[in-house]
């Protein structure tokens, strides 16, 4: 019998997913992958459990669909074996904000923010009743860059970060282990999904590097893993700041600047 927790990973079939899914089947875990396509599910657990002796399950489905995130759901509130979820399916628009429809739009945020946070809240009072377990949001550095022009899409990525920042506040007392992983721009299938040219850009990261790099930060415990950040003092300096600004808020008076003028 297996003894390390079953991984869920979503948007297993390509990119991140997909080498997080090879990491951990090397790892020797027994595995649920989750995206649309069976097919290339079905392929990829077809190798994994061959060259790595696991058993992977294929759980089809669009998480902007309310029966398929309902299926999802169920499986990570029912199935005591998953131990870890890595929250990873998600994907990018091109466009400035007034070319994105409102569809488009709801897509977007159904699956970077709705989903992820379902998905998270159906495993966690489980994890919490067991004391122990994962659960790894996939943000992106364009959630902390406003500047780089991908409004909505940095909005969910931001909405990532704060969500996984609070599940620690609140989960890590329990024993559960909650990771934002931020990723700069990699070379995966999410860029010509959303119609921009991933080779336009001068630097990108590979997929295998951004993942085993996660990885060190997932085994570490970090809350927060920024894989392309080089200078971890920035990010030390930008937490630190803001729990300064946070001890500035005085409740019971707007400040001075804002008091009317007689
Ligand atoms: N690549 C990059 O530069 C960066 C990526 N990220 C983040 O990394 C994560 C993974 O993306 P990445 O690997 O790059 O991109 P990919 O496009 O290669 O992978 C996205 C995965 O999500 C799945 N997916 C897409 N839509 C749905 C849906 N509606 N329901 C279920 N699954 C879905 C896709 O599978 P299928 O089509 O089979 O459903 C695929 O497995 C995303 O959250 C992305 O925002 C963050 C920063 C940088
Ligand atoms: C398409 C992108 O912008 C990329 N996913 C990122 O988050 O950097």
């Known amino acids: 019998m297996n003894t390390y927790p079953n991984v869920l990973i979503t948007g297993a ?6 080498v997080y899914a090879e990491r951990f089947a090397k790892r020797g875990h027994d595995l ?12 990829l657990a077809a190798r994994l459990s061959e060259t790595h002796r696991v058993k992977i399950d294929v759980l089809q489905a669009d998480l902007t669909q309310q ?20 929250n990873n399916a998600g994907m990018a628009q091109s466009g400035t904000f ?15 923010t709705t989903a992820v946070t379902r998905l998270a809240a159906a495993i966690a009072p489980r994890l919490v009743q067991a ?20 409004t909505v899409y940095g909005a969910t990525k931001a909405f990532v970060l704060f969500l996984s920042q ?41 997929v295998d590097e951004l993942v ?19 200078v971890v003092g920035r990010w030390d300096a930008l937490d630190s700041a803001r729990q300064g600004l946070l001890s500035d808020i005085r409740q019971a008076h707007a400040a001075e600047r804002y008091q009317p003028q007689a």
């Open 13 to 18: 079939s390509s990119g991140i997913g997909a």
């Open 212 to 230: 085993d790099a996660a990885l060190v930060g997932y085994d570490r415990r970090e809350l927060v893993t920024i894989p392309p950040l080089h």
């Open 131 to 150: 004391g122990a377990g994962s659960i790894v949001n996939i943000g992106s550095v364009v959630g902390l860059a406003p500047e780089f022009g991908m």
């Open 166 to 206: 609070g599940l620690h506040v609140e989960l890590s007392p329990k024993g559960i282990y909650v990771q934002a992983v931020l990723p700069a721009a990699t070379r995966t299938e999410i860029w010509e999904r959303a119609g921009m040219d991933v080779n336009s850009l001068t630097e990108v990261m590979d």
């Open 67 to 86: 029966t398929d995130l309902e299926a999802v759901e169920s499986r990570l509130r029912t199935d005591a074996r998953i131990g870890v979820l890595i």
């Open 98 to 112: 007034i070319q994105q429809g409102t569809q488009a739009l709801e897509t977007l945020i159904g699956l970077n």
């Open 32 to 43: 649920v992958l989750v995206a649309r396509d069976k097919s290339r599910l079905d392929a």
